[in-house]
């Protein structure tokens, strides 16, 4: 049977059993398609969890769009919450971005509104809440396919990770508030750490040129890794109890599109015997770089390319939880292949994030050569005794059109930032006082006492959030914005 043959049966056969993308073709939309939020029952360790859902009229959650069209869609809200979406990864007209007043209202209950802009090149996106009820899974894969991908003889497999908890988002919140009282010796220490690195250098910058995994770590603990003890670690809404099963063809091509969607949760994408070849991250592509584990923070995307063995057999794709032994994940399998049980918990605990596949990613289109016109620094703050997060300076940083921002982040907390920043992609250029032609992405990583430097263009006015994306972190208060000209 030939591949594609093969494929175009398959997708017939997944579309019944595929809780996310993984048998959706990319088509344009010659009108106004329904994009519906609402409400479903998901089953988590035998247990019943009401949660949020973002499909269309048919139920298939997400959108696939084709690059170069324009996304074209009427959102409906039919839950009983005001909510709205931010198409994360994409750069709408700053009106049509998704965060709640910033500047447009929260979407009803009940309530419809129109949404039209251009999707632009390629990618793997997402689009999630910018609200708590993120945590209650009102997320979905938003691709965005080129015609060079639809002819590609590949399968692409969709894998959308979340973390789950019963306990409601506020309650969750609440419960970290008051248990940083309970780490106030810990929180002591951490001080007194940041205070000697900032002696040693002098001011406040990082180790220049240390790996974040080569810092005297001693006093910290798994607090700093996972502050939220969850329930269940989900790939595409399912459990490794109960795993999602996509079938693929021997010596097939397979282009995973992972999407973080956890909320407080970092992982490291394990693809097992198959050494696979990163090939985008966040979206925009790379120059490939070879591995079988690649790191995954929140709000970040990754495709990595596999070429599958001749024989028959199953392949699992792992997530592993960062400093800890759950783990989730999918499983790849050929035709009446034997699937192995894998458990929800590994024998040794996940790798812990560090920045050095960062500064080994190089675009493959990096930003034109030119002088910042503004450059602005900011440190990453934390308070883990009163949970309280932010950055200094908070005010927003005023930019004007068509200019080149130098961005310099310096995180001194001692827990690790997912910064990122929406309507525009910015470029990598310097790691921890290194200097790189690093990759293009909105999400970057910032660990512990690290520097991450970033450039970027203002082409699309308007009041941008620049906030971490764990969830409780931004909630807590680690979110400013970039303003065009004094936008509010």
Known sequence: MYRRQFLKTLAVSAAVVSPVLNSIRAHANPVPADLVIGKRTLDVNGKAATIFGLANRSGKPGLVLDAGTDLDIRLLNETSEDTLI???????????????????????AGENRDYRFPVGPGGTHWMHAHTLQEQNLLAAPLIV??????????????????????????????????????????????????????????????????????MPMAGTSAMDLNDIEYDAFLANDRTLDDPEIVRIEKSGRVRLRI?????????????????????????????????????????????????????????????????????TGIILATRNAAVEKIGTTALETGPVLDLGLERQLRPATPLAARSPDHQYAITLTGDMTAYTWGIDPSAPLNVSKEKRVRLTMRNMSMMAHPMHLH?????????????????????????????????????????WPLHCHHLYHMAAGMMTYIAYDGAI
């Open 259 to 327: 999407i973080n969607g956890a909320t407080a949760t970092a992982f490291t994408i394990d693809t097992g015997s198959i050494v696979g070849n990163l090939i985008a991250v966040d979206g925009v592509d790379i120059e490939p770089v070879p591995a079988s584990r690649f790191p995954i923070s929140m709000g970040q995307r990754l495709d990595i390319r596999l070429e599958l063995p001749a024989a028959p057999g199953s392949y699992p794709i792992l997530a592993l939880r960062e400093g800890a032994k759950e783990q």
């Open 86 to 108: 931010h198409w994360h990864g994409l750069t709408p007209p700053w009106n049509m971005d998704g965060v709640p007043d910033n500047p447009a209202a929260l979407l009803a």
């Open 145 to 214: 396919r080129t015609a060079e991908d639809r002819a590609r003889d590949e399968q692409d497999v969709v894998i959308l990770l979340h973390d789950f908890s019963f306990k409601s988002p506020e309650e969750l919140l609440e419960r970290l508030k008051r248990s940083g009282a309970r780490h106030g010796g810990m929180q002591s220490r951490h001080q007194g750490m940041m205070q000697t690195m900032m002696n040693m250098q002098g001011h406040q910058m990082p180790m220049t040129g240390m790996s974040t995994m080569s």
């Open 423 to 463: 309507g525009h992609h910015f470029q990598v250029v310097g790691v921890n006082g290194q200097g790189v032609s690093g990759a293009v992405r909105d999400t970057v990583l910032l660990t512990p006492m690290a520097e991450v430097v970033v450039e970027f263009d203002t082409v699309n006015p308007g009041r």
